[in-house]
């Protein structure tokens, strides 16, 4: 079975909402729930200062015209969110029938932060400890860190690649640490 990814759909700016409660209808009535999982507008919130110096808080809408789709594409999955009223298209997708490229781990998982989506993580590990790799091209492999960014989430471990140790980038969900 494939596995889940986020994808973005494009909308009219301003229909955001009327198409995200469109699609969470069409995946409850066709039954889409094990396909579909979530749909969400990335807001943040900002803060007004009236002319009489009053503060208020308003939701900003981070991606004004797109819509972003948690799914594991099938032909019917995509079908059904691609032809949500509403929806334009889906970015990454050339139309023509070409399924949508998913979004990289590395840039959904800043916007899921932001939006309060996923906490973020407390790596408990340091530089030379063992790194197990659960998730990506790499999975399966243990490498040795060699650096760590608490501030973006990544570390950086050392595989041996072809008798060479090899730098590969990851974020702190994708690996599993061994003391």
């Not at 091209?137 to 243990?142: A, C, L, T």
């Not at 973006?152 to 640490?177: A, H, W």
């Amino acid at each position: 079975m494939e596995q889940r990814h986020w994808y973005i759909a494009q909308t009219s700016s301003g229909f955001e909402k009327s198409v995200k409660l469109n699609l969470e209808r069409r995946i409850t009535s066709m039954g889409m729930e094990d396909f579909i999982f979530q749909v969400f507008i990335p807001e943040t919130i900002e803060i007004d200062v009236k002319a009489d110096g009053k503060k208020v808080e308003k939701l900003k809408k981070m991606f004004p015209g797109y819509v972003f789709v948690e799914m594991i594409v099938t032909d019917e999955s995509w079908f059904i969110v691609r032809n949500t009223p509403g929806v334009t298209g889906f970015l990454g997708s050339s139309g023509g029938g070409t399924k949508p490229v998913p979004l990289a781990l590395d840039e959904i998982e800043p916007i899921l932060k932001k939006c309060g989506m996923i906490e973020e993580i407390e790596l408990d590990a340091e530089i030379g400890d063992k790194a197990h790799v659960i998730e990506g091209p790499f999975s399966g492999q243990i490498g040795t860190i060699n650096s760590i960014d608490q501030d973006n989430q990544k570390l950086e471990i050392l595989v041996d690649m072809f008798g060479r140790s090899t730098p590969i980038e990851l974020s702190f969900s994708q690996v599993d640490i061994r003391k």
